[in-house]
């Protein structure tokens, strides 16, 4: 099975209209799994949002595709941005100490005394569960996270930033996806949607 990574804005800027770009996003499935109700949101994003964030440079989104009966399918996507990752003075003197001294040797305190440090964010993670998706064998979230990361490692080559961050629901088996894949978890941290917090130190492979 190979599977091939495309930008959304190389998509837009082709001889496709845009029309015909919606008509392929909207291929794109979730389903519930127990205990977690955030799959509406990356439905929900590559739905309606992914066209409009990257037109206004709020983030960059990464289709995945496979193929089926020698079509190409739709299979996952990821969403990335560059933004730092704020702390709040209130979430921070929550966090331990262990915790605060390690973040304290990749970040700044802010004038607003909150804490500041330059990174990645992965917005969106998402498998696509369409009958077709399935019948093309596609991307697992294994392979989505792998590439996420290989993308966040050429932009840091080119532009710097400490850590790659992603928020998630309070549910082990998000948690214990994410931290097989290196991330730490933030603890007694919850961020403003209610969901927690994941960290990972960026560095580039020797």
Known sequence: MALNV???????NSDINEEEVKDFLFTFETIQSDGISGADDVEQFIHYKAIEFEKLDISR??????????????TGYFSISNRPLAISKKNFSKLSNTMKKRLMGVGHRTEQDSYE??????????K??????????????RDLMAFA?????????????????LE??????????????????LEDYESI????????RLK???
């Open 128 to 141: 696509n569960f369409s009958l077709e998706a399935q019948k093309a064998n596609g991307a697992t979230g």
């Open 204 to 206: 580039q492979p020797k």
């Open 61 to 74: 989104t990464y289709l995945v595709f496979s193929t089926y009966k020698e079509k190409n399918v739709l």
């Open 193 to 200: 949607n209610g969901y927690a917090m994941m960290v990972k």
């Open 117 to 126: 440090i330059k990174g990645f964010l992965i917005g969106q993670l998402g």
């Open 168 to 185: 998630c629901e309070h549910v082990d088996k998000l948690i214990s996806f994410y931290r097989d894949h290196g991330f730490v978890e």
């Open 6 to 12: 495309v930008s959304l804005t190389d998509i837009l």
């Open 149 to 165: 990361q290989s993308k966040i490692l050429e932009a840091h080559k080119i532009v710097g930033g400490r850590i790659i961050y």
